[in-house]
Structures are given as structure tokens and as C-alpha cells.
């Protein structure tokens, strides 16, 4: 939720059914990741009082030692493992111009305010934890494996929703602004996806579908 859509979907790679965990309400994970944030960046302020970590770079290189101690040793909630991860490859990958700090305070910021206030992508990934809650599966599906008869039968009778990983690149710009239509593949209720995304204030709707599956389709704010 905190990276650009390059980087990082708020959904997991398909195929998923060796990943399913138990529900984690999407409060305690924002709260989790508010958390996090705060910690390193009280963590590198600390090491800056002490003459550390002065420069851009070596306040990278203290981020990346940190983020790798804290997933080594576990010490925040499964929660938000997944974005210590990225992070941490981020950091690794992309060395001082991944803006590690300004990644955490960005986090910190938006995991504090109003889920109202937040940018299309990070009320997306607020939706997508909501239906993970209720046991619900998320997959973004690369192209050259977009079957819907063959999604249909490895999902069996889990609600599932999938989306082309294509089009939540296509469709999202860096801010997080979601600038086209995007179409969800449902296995299950749709209207539950439906009061999901509504109740982020997310524009969604549900056409009749004559193929004996559902779609949700996600529609960008034109007010």
C-alpha cells in the first residue's frame, strides 16, 4: 500500500492455496504497519543523535540492517510480513533510490489518518484484507495464465478474487490514483466483494454475466 504499483500489488501472486492463513482483521493491520514505520524511524533518529547514519546513504544502509534484523528475529506480527519483505528487497535491489525513509514516513502517515483520506490503491489493498478476513483468497493473475475456466476449477469452492496483474499496473498510476476501469474475476458471493469495496467508497459494479461466473468492476471517481 505504500509502494508504486511496479513495485508491489496488494494482491498475492497466483496460484495461492499454499498461502492461506487465518483472518487478520484489516484494522490490526494498519495498526501493525503504523507501528512498524514508527519504530525504524524512531530507530534511525536514535542512531543519528549518536553521529550515525548522517548521510543518504548510510541511513540507507542502517534502514536495510534493520529491516533484515527485524525479519530475522520476527519482531512485528505476521501481519505485515509481506511488507517488511518488499521492503527489504526494495532496499537491497534498488540501494539509496529506493527512499527507504521516505517509504516509512509515507507509511506512518497514511496508516494514521482516515482510511477515507487515503489514495484509490491503499483503500483497494484496505478492501482486499477486509475480504481476506472473511476467507476470502486474492490473486493477481499474470496474462499468459488468465484461464477463467481453469482459475475456476483450481479455486474448487474457495471464494476467490483475481484480477490480470496487468491491469492493476495499467489502471493505477504512482500516486495510487486509479485511472481506468479494472475488472475482478469473482468465485463466490459478489455482493460481498461489492459491500467491501462500497464501504471504502470504492465505485464498483456488478454486470450480469451470462458465463456462469461473476465480475466486479472497479471504476475511477470522476467527481
Known sequence: MIWKTRDIIPFETSPLMNRIHPPLSPEQTVSDLAHFAWCALVAL???????????????????????????KQRRFPRSIALDIDSLLKLGRQKGPTTGLQQRLEYLLESCS?????????????YAIEALKAQGWVNAAVADHEWDIPALLAEYGDISALLVRKSDLVRHFNDEGQLTGRVEFLVKGQPQVVLDAFNARSLLCTVPESPYGWSVVILKPDQR
Open 113 to 125: 489518518s482516515p482510511v477515507s483520506y487515503q489514495s484509490d490503491l491503499f483503500r483497494l489493498t
Open 45 to 71: 533518529k536514535l542512531a543519528q543523535q549518536d553521529g550515525q547514519a548522517m548521510s543518504p546513504m548510510m541511513a540507507h544502509t542502517f534502514l536495510v540492517r534493520w529491516l533484515a534484523v527485524a525479519q
